[in-house]
């Protein structure tokens, strides 16, 4: 295109400080959303081998029955840590960083609406981080499950209430049977569990001014011509992860203050004795915890939905359904947190409602499939790396999503709920589904990043083997969860029929590391080389391929005035512009 | 060709909302993120007292704080409402001394409101480990408590740069969000003192 070379001289004037002259300070200071994008993605993706380490121990210990190649304290670290990170250090800060560096982008703008807030976000999660870092590091990581169900969490000192005397002798008796039996070892008294809600806390008021960030800026910076019914379908799913995000975290906030407060202040929101209750835990984490699924995938969502039509060579087949379920799914998010509960005693009513709800959810979502299958049928496809990631998304999230609809059903899920099978159905969703998402988005999106395109054969290499890898690691745990394996044990005896599976899911796990490694070197090899991407290099549709790769300061030189929601596509095929086809609902600006 | 262009300009110029500011919606959706927060916590609250039957649990033996006193204190935060208002009216129409007079009577009504809280902390017959009533009732009117303090040093901020002469007409973006956050906190006390006190 004509405008490649526009930018050398391209001066942009701002004041700047001399300290600045240092790349480091700039890189710490700087508000502009592409490098605090790039920050974000970069720390996700040291914890994210920091987790699959973890994830390498648990496995590494299951291979065999009867192993003791770590001991069980570090066992019950590592797998919680492993859960903790990969959620909040990992996904979350990826689409946050995917986000920051992309919608600005997308929606032709040449900053985000809250430059410093969108700062103070980024430098949150880097506390928050850097916390669960450290603990590793002192010894007291949290041990307690990702989702620190009480009592467990209870420290053993506030089971004995000092103000026992307003308690008849009965009630003080059974507090002290209870505090006894912390004594031995129920409750967390270290510093494991102030870790998690500390961290997490913290972690969740970064994501909640993110969002803020986000929302804002999509509602108010869009192009000119720019709809919101031209939306690029990753800002749609953005824009919802960001509405979840800031109507789902504070639960867990409110959750881990409460937790904190029974910890230090002596408080008994979550102990039995005192007329508290551990369940109350459970529905507040859940309520948190299940639309937080859906910030985990829908960005995922938005990732494919741009990708799948790029490769096809075709537009998305019925944009309005993919945009529209994704806020569908939004909705239904809040409504079906108890699903997570069914084993614990809930009213049948509230079962049957929170049955109903989960199968209902698994609507709008079997709707995206087939607006997927849609655009790629008949499609040219190119098989491209990101598009081969995208393609395995979609078959292994159907896997996932066909096993959240089998534990929805109560009676079922009765059977294998803390089992190998629920470890199996979110590992379909989220490692062979959002983090193939991610991987498809970081192959697409990494030239415009950097400037350099990764290499394709060690990018296919990186597909199969990640593609092997997870599903030699996670089909088996269906198997092994049916079979009564329960999820989080230290170890097995031999015998149950259990090991020969799990020797297979721990090999899978080792084709997996091998992958990132082939990732990461492809990455070190890219970067070395000089920055020849060009402005469009995949011939893709939306407008952060109309500038530069990686674009200036101030992401474009003229903004462009957008007709339809494929605005790169109208200015390269003038003739066949996607607002020709049909008359435009909404007026047309003139440029 | 060359252009030289200021980032900050062109983002200005291209951006600068019609309507409501970014502020504007920044601060709605951050004050929705917290109503979201105040309801878990009554939600968490209402879960106990109904699983309890009775409240506080007869196994206590306490009786409800009297919603007198904190009734008179719930309405000199109401109360605060008014100069608030006026204050950020006054600068909309270019009246600093409005403004200043406005700030600082209600970062004062305010700080009334926080001493008949301390003074009640100290005087009840309960504290936040004596039972479940006492850890609900200081977590929710100690959260907002939170709040208050968050939001009469927030006044005071705004007091003082109005004293030096900070706000104008046309700029003074800090005095409409500490409006907002005002109001929303007097807006969650009610909510709060009608369900711990009354309901
Ligand atoms: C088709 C829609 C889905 C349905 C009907 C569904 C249903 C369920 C149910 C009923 C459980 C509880 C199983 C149990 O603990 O006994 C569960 C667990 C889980 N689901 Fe899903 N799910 C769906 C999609 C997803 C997605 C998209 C994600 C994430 C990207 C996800 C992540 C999880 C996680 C992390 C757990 C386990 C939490 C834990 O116990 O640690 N699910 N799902
Ligand atoms: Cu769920």
Redesign the interface.
Known sequence: MATEN?WT??????KRPRWMKYPILAWITTTDHKKIGIAYIYTAFIFFVLAGIEALIIRTQLAVPNNNFVNPELFNEAFTMHGTIMLFMFLMPMWTGFGNYLVPLMIG???V??PR?NQLGYWLLAIGGTILALSLVIGEAPNVGWFAYAPLTEATA?CL???AT???QA?TAAAAAASAAGAQGCFSAGLNVDVWAVALSVLGISS?LT???F??TI???RAPGMTINRMPLFVWMMLVTSFLM??A???L???A??LL??RH?????F?AA????PL?WQ??FW?FGHPEVYIIILPGFGMISEILPVFSGKPIFGYAFVAWSGVAIGFLSFTVWAHHMFAVGLPLVAQAFFSASSMIIAVPTGVKIFNWLATIWRGRIRFTTPMLFALAFILQFVVGGLSGVVVSVVPVDYQVTDSYFVVAHFHYVMMAGSTFALFAGIYYWFPKLSGRLLDERLGKLHFWLFFIGTNLTFFPQHILGLLGMPRRVYTYPSGLGWSSLNFMSSMGAYILAAGVIVFVANWFFTIRRPATATTDPWDAYTLEWVTTSPPP??NF?E?PIVRSARPLWDLKHPDQADWRKRAPRQPVPQS | ????????A??EH??E?QGRS?GW??MV??L???A??F???IA?YL??RV??GAWP?T????TRPEPLMTGINTLILLASSFPMHFAARAITKGDKRGLTIGLGLTALLGAIFLGGQAYEYVHNAF??????F???F??LTG?HGAHVTFGVIFLLICFIRSLRGDFSQNKHFAVNAVEMYWHFVDAVWIILFLTVYIL
Not at chain 1, 274 to 277: A, H, V
């Open positions: 526009l001289e391209h001066i942009v004037l701002q703008s040449r900053d609406a809250f807030i506030t209430s000092q103000s307003i308690l008849s009630e909640i969002s803020i960030n929302i804002v509602i108010k910076m800031i109507f975290l504070p639960s906030t409110a959750g203050s409460l407060l029974d202040m002596g408080m008994h929101w102990q005192f007329q508290g209750d109350l529905h507040l309520s300061p101030e030189v903004i | 060709m060359s252009t030289v262009i200021s980032q900050e062109l983002t291209e951006h909302p970014f919606y920044g959706f951050f929705a993120s917290e979201v927060f309801a878990n916590l968490a879960y106990l699983r309890a649990p196994v206590e033996h306490l504290g936040p480990s004596t039972g479940v006492g850890s609900t200081y977590t959260f």
